[in-house]
Nanobody
Framework: QVQLVESGGGLVQPGGSLRLSCAAS????????MGWYRQAPGKQRELVAA???????NYADSVKGRFTISRDNAKNTVYLQMNSLKPEDTAVYYC?????????????WGQGTQVTVSS
C-alpha cells in the first residue's frame, strides 16, 4: 500500500541546480527514515543522502556541501536539493523509505527520476 513517487529530474548544465521531490502515500510518514539512492550506467547503486525520523542526516562524501536532504512531514514529502551539479551526478535517483536509515535498502522504493548533467 505504501507508494513513493519521485519528481523534479531533468537536464541541467554543470554548476546548475535541481530539487527532487518524493511524495509518499499510504504510510505513517513521520515515523520513517527516508533516503535517496542513485544508479548510473556502469556504476553500482549508492546511497546519496538519508534523513531519519528525528531529522538527522547522512551524505555520501561525493555530495557533501552540495546536496541537502530535507523532509516536510505535513506534506508527506522528502526533498533533495542538488547544487553545483557535476556530470558525474548523472543518474537515476530513487527515493526509499524504511524504519531506520540502516534499513533503507530493503525498504520501499520509488520508480526513480532521471537527472542528466550535461552541456
Amino acid at each position: 500500500q505504501v507508494q513513493l513517487v519521485e519528481s523534479g529530474g531533468g537536464l541541467v548544465q554543470p554548476g546548475g541546480s535541481l530539487r527532487l521531490s518524493c511524495a509518499a502515500s499510504g504510510s505513517i510518514f513521520s515515523t520513517y527514515a527516508m533516503g535517496w539512492y542513485r544508479q548510473a550506467p556502469g556504476k553500482q547503486r549508492e546511497l546519496v543522502a538519508a534523513i531519519s525520523s528525528g531529522g538527522s542526516t547522512n551524505y555520501a562524501d561525493s555530495v557533501k556541501g552540495r546536496f541537502t536532504i530535507s523532509r516536510d512531514n505535513a506534506k508527506n514529502t522528502v526533498y533533495l536539493q542538488m547544487n553545483s551539479l557535476k556530470p558525474e551526478d548523472t543518474a537515476v535517483y530513487y527515493c526509499t523509505m524504511g524504519p531506520h536509515i540502516a534499513t533503507l535498502v530493503i525498504g520501499t522504493w520509488g520508480q526513480g527520476t532521471q537527472v542528466t548533467v550535461s552541456s
